[in-house]
């Protein structure tokens, strides 16, 4: 956290800040992935190891999270992440149009009660952000292990123009991909008997 973290972290961001995310990166990324609320970090670390020519942004304020994530960066040498390890909102304002290429956003916090569910991080102000942000041709990708988050995803996404849910059939939202590791959350999530939904939109 001390040393590692400085050299990674994202510059904190003033009012009306633009960032540019390509800039952040030694070599020229071939292009920018960006997961929100990463957690341990197990996906986004793997994510990174199997696609090294690829630039990670990784928002967690967690600090824990954060902490896990560096581990494996330092375990792995990993060169290709960079961390928010705050509340990603402001950080959607701050990047430009169309410069995001895959966004991930896995198992958000429920808030399943009907008085909470204002405060999921997948909502209609968050959308309006990432369809700005990711380029024509880049991909959303959302899990959830709660049915009513699933449904709420689905109903606010497929009225969207910008956004095109992939899935042919059952198979390709009950089953995670193959180049889609399991996450802690998930994994507990499974031991206490509850399924995962995936979810992937083409950003048209
Ligand atoms: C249920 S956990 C899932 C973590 C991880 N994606 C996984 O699948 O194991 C949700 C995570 O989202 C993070 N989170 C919640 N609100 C956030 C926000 N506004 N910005 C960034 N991360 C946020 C939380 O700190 C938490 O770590």
Do not use: C
Not at 178 to 187: A, G, M, N
């Amino acid at each position: 956290m001390t040393e590692l973290l400085p050299r990674l972290r994202l510059p904190a961001l003033a009012t009306g800040a633009s960032l540019d995310p390509t800039g952040l990166f030694a070599v020229p990324p071939r292009q920018i992935w960006f997961e929100i609320g990463f957690g341990d970090g197990e996906h986004l670390a793997w994510q990174a190891a199997a696609n090294p020519d690829v630039g990670f942004i990784a928002a967690e304020p967690y600090v824990n999270g954060v902490a896990a994530l560096l581990s494996r960066i330092a375990a792995e040498n990993l060169a290709n992440i960079r961390i928010f390890d705050d509340d990603v909102r402001p950080l959607l304002a701050a990047l430009p149009a169309g410069s995001i290429d895959r966004v991930f956003i896995l198992f958000p916090d429920p808030w399943p009660k009907a008085r909470h569910r204002r405060r999921r991080i997948v909502n209609a102000e968050t959308l309006s952000a990432l369809a700005r942000l990711i380029a024509v041709g880049g991909e959303l990708r959302l899990a959830t292990d709660d049915r009513d988050y699933a449904r709420w995803m689905l109903r606010l996404l497929l009225p969207r123009r910008e956004f095109l849910w992939r899935a042919r059939g059952p198979a390709d939202w009950r089953r995670r991909p193959p180049d889609w590791p399991s996450t802690r959350y998930e994994r507990k999530s499974a031991a206490a008997g509850r399924t995962g939904i995936f979810l992937s939109f083409a950003r048209l």
